[in-house]
């Protein structure tokens, strides 16, 4: 059984959308015997992000603010690890977006910040030039911030982006490939062409992905579903569970069932730092 996630959240300086704190997390890390810990607090920046409704504290959209904020999380949580005899990592669970400017500010993040690790991710939607960015829970419950061009290439462009993320190479493993499931769209049998593109970019390249238990707690099928983690073990892409946890009782959350599904698939390549 796998005994460490890299995978979790905390409310460090108060602006993360975790519970506990990183304190919490360790301590309850090393109740559960695991080896170790990676603390991946969400870092969502963008000039272009469009209207937020929920913990508004931790999305930026002025890169110097935030990249102030990044560097005292990691301070904070290496202060906390210190009381521990677990292993600690400190890392951020980081939504891509493809364009020069924000490529350049997190190539600068990663030669200053220090973190030990990055997980890719796209929690968003985007028009076709990434002048309009919005949540994919607008598309259901807020249609009145979605317009027709928004409407169109809003998914298509989610996929491209994720495709995107793993292509460039920045990332130790991507987050819930397909999460956007739990929200009603691109579900199993619908956009295989776009999710075959992801596929193929990391069958390409280092990245690795993981098996979510998250899916478990929104519904009843892991991210990503099964058809794809066995093409993913077909092209030997690197795979660790996570469980995406937001308060300690969720951490190691039903990891028993993402073992049994990667030993009925002969799993072979697992991701660990
Ligand atoms: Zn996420
Ligand atoms: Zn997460």
Not at 70 to 80: G, L
Request: charged share 30%; aromatic share 14%.
């Amino acid at each position: 059984m796998q005994k460490y996630t890299y995978h979790c959240h905390t409310n460090t300086l108060g602006i993360y959308d975790g519970c506990n704190s990183a304190d919490e997390m360790i301590s309850q890390a090393e109740s559960l015997g695991f080896t170790e810990i990676g603390i991946s607090n969400h870092l969502i920046c963008h000039p272009k992000i469009g209207y937020i409704n929920k913990i508004q504290s931790m999305y930026f959209r002025d890169y110097k603010e935030a990249e102030d904020v990044y560097k005292r999380t990691v301070e904070e949580i290496r202060t906390a690890s210190l009381k521990y005899k677990i292993k600690v990592l400190v890392g951020f669970e980081v939504d891509y977006f493809h364009d020069a400017e924000w490529c350049r500010f997190f190539e600068h993040l990663k030669n200053t910040l220090g973190a030990d690790y990055y997980i890719g991710s796209s929690h968003f939607i985007y028009n076709r030039d990434y002048t309009n960015i919005l949540k994919i829970a607008y598309l259901k419950h807020h249609p009145e911030f979605i317009d027709e061009e928004m409407r169109r290439d809003g998914l298509i462009m989610h996929w491209s982006n994720i495709k995107n993320c793993v292509a460039s190479g920045y990332f130790d493993f991507i987050a819930h490939m397909d999460q956007i499931k739990s929200k009603g769209f691109c579900g199993d049998s619908e956009w295989e062409d776009k999710k075959y593109e992801v596929i193929e970019a990391l069958s390409k390249g280092k990245t690795g992905v993981e098996l979510s238990t998250k899916g478990l707690r929104k519904g009843d099928e892991m991210y990503p579903a099964e058809w794809i983690v066995k093409e993913l073990n077909k092209h030997n892409v690197p795979i660790v569970i996570s469980d995406d946890a937001h308060q300690i009782e969720q951490l190691g959350y039903k990891f028993d069932i993402a073992e049994s599904l990667l030993e009925k698939l002969d799993y072979k390549n697992r991701f660990k730092f």
